[in-house]
T-cell receptor, first 112, second 116 residues
Framework: GEDVEQSLFLSVREGDSSVINCTYT??????LYWYKQEPGAGLQLLTY?????DMKQDQRLTVLLNKKDKHLSLRIADTQTGDSAIYFC????????????FGSGTRLSIRP | DGGITQSPKYLFRKEGQNVTLSCEQN?????MYWYRQDPGQGLRLIYY???????QKGDIAEGYSVSREKKESFPLTVTSAQKNPTAFYLC???????????????FGEGSRLTVL
């Protein structure tokens, strides 16, 4: 089946690194994504990783993929107040090329 | 500017009434989607459409209906048969996911529906 799971909340101190974790069930997923949702708004794609990659880095963002354990993580270095948002993990299942499955979202809050 | 426009942003409905949420895109995307967002449950797919005059049910289609008469428009009707319609509704569009490797969805700003 297709399922994506995340913890609901994460709180970090400003300047520290944030690590948001996600597990998925479809081993044939081709792409995995991280989307960001700011309050009262739609989602925006932050980054994505192809299933044959282990890691992808883009400025302050690092995505790690452990395909054996079906585990995806997003690390945000030097977390800032502007990073406060809900972060959604999502997958493009291999079994269904026409839709994307989202997790429940992790709400990241920043402490001063 | 290209993008997706949802309206209205806020909507109140009495029980037993149907309401229609508008979604328009000028990105020339073939595929459009409706998701429902509830706290702690993330996004759940209601309906999606890959081509004009065709659409498919998502995971929670009961109590909803859609139409796709034009490429740029994909309105969602929340009917009185939907038992718990209060939620945040998000419309999205993309190139056809089967053709586009990366599969990026572009989202509207959302419509918040409250049933009184």
């Amino acid at each position: 089946g297709e399922d994506v799971e995340q913890s609901l909340f994460l709180s970090v101190r400003e300047g520290d690194s944030s690590v948001i974790n996600c597990t998925y069930t479809d081993s044939s997923s081709t792409y995995l994504y991280w989307y960001k949702q700011e309050p009262g708004a739609g989602l925006q794609l932050l980054t994505y990783i192809f299933s044959n990659m282990d890691m992808k880095q883009d400025q302050r963002l690092t995505v790690l993929l452990n395909k054996k354990d079906k585990h995806l993580s997003l690390r945000i270095a030097d977390t800032q107040t502007g990073d406060s948002a809900i972060y959604f993990c999502a997958e493009k299942p291999g079994s269904s090329a026409s839709k994307i499955i989202f997790g429940s979202g992790t709400r990241l809050s920043i402490r001063p | 500017d290209g993008g997706i426009t949802q309206s209205p942003k806020y909507l109140f409905r009495k029980e037993g009434q149907n309401v229609t949420l508008s979604c328009e895109q000028n990105l020339n995307h073939d595929a459009m989607y409706w998701y429902r967002q509830d706290p702690g449950q993330g996004l759940r797919l209601i309906y999606y459409s890959q081509i004009v005059n065709d659409f498919q049910k998502g995971d929670i289609a009961e109590g909803y209906s859609v139409s796709r008469e034009k490429k740029e428009s994909f309105p969602l009707t929340v009917t009185s048969a939907q038992k718990n319609p209060t939620a945040f509704y998000l419309c999205a569009s993309s190139e056809l996911l089967g053709r586009l490797l990366e599969g990026e969805l572009f989202f509207g700003e959302g419509s918040r529906l409250t049933v009184l």
